[in-house]
């Protein structure tokens, strides 16, 4: 929810308006995958999509496949952008005092999250409500940046290696129908056919019905 409804659709590409506590809660569930603040984030996707498997590319499979899924992040430049990158790329949130300050501190509200989940049930819970849940959470977003460039099909003839990838898609949510995505990225349904599921977009649509999100 953290990072495909809010981070992707609705900070990166703006496919869908929001009040803006809803926008500043799921930025802060964002937070809690460990994958950086929100303009680090978005900016970084953003060259993503300008730049999709050319030079410049943060994480394209044409630098390797495990450069792609998890090499860039630890071995790369990608975590010492400079500012002035992030507000080339990211000028809507950086002057958003609420995500400038969930950027600098984006590792709190895992530390609040873990430090409750031990006072409630212990080490075990944290093992499993932050380790676990947040490893997986990070190769799973990983596998969108390394798999749906490699494996699946192409519906649309994308200028890059975008491929929709269907056990992908399952585990994230919607995230793995990729090449939908990159042919229109601002669409808030990356599941355009009835059996592509998209847990993201169900969620988008229902806060749509409650007239909490009207979609573009």
Same mark, same amino acid.
């Given at each position: ?13 703006? %496919?869908? !308006? ?17 994958? %950086?603040?929100?303009?680090?984030? *978005?900016?970084?996707?953003? *060259? ?16 390797? %496949? ?30 958003? !005092? ?11 509200? @895992?530390? *609040? ?18 380790? @676990? ?18 494996? %699946? ?9 975008? !491929? $929709? $990838? ?6 994230? +949510?919607?995230? +793995? ?40």
């Amino acid at each position: 929810m953290g990072i495909g409804m809010g981070y992707h659709r609705l900070l990166t590409h703006r %496919g869908y !308006r929001t009040p803006k506590w809803i926008e500043y809660f799921l930025a802060t569930c964002g937070t809690l995958s460990l994958e %950086g603040g929100p303009i680090f984030w *978005v900016a970084t996707h953003r *060259v993503h999509h300008q730049l999709t498997d050319r030079d410049g590319d943060p994480h394209t499979p044409h630098d390797g %496949g495990w450069w792609a899924h998890a090499g860039w992040i630890l071995l790369g430049d990608a975590l010492h952008h400079e500012t002035a990158l992030m507000a080339r790329y990211a000028p809507d949130l950086s002057k958003d !005092r609420f995500h400038v300050l969930l950027s600098k501190y984006h590792y709190v509200p @895992l530390i *609040v999250v873990g430090l409750a989940l031990l006072a409630w049930g212990g080490w075990a819970c944290v093992m499993w409500g932050i380790f @676990l849940r947040v490893t997986l959470g990070l190769h799973a977003t990983w596998l969108v940046n390394s798999a749906t460039h490699m494996w %699946g099909s192409k519906r649309f003839p994308t200028r890059d290696e975008s !491929r $929709n $990838n269907w056990w992908v898609a399952l585990l994230t +949510g919607g995230e +793995g129908w990729h090449n939908n995505h990159h042919a229109h990225p601002v669409s808030v349904r990356h599941g355009l056919a009835w059996w592509e599921f998209d847990l993201n977009y169900y969620g988008i649509w229902l806060l749509e019905k409650l007239g909490l999100a009207p979609a573009r």
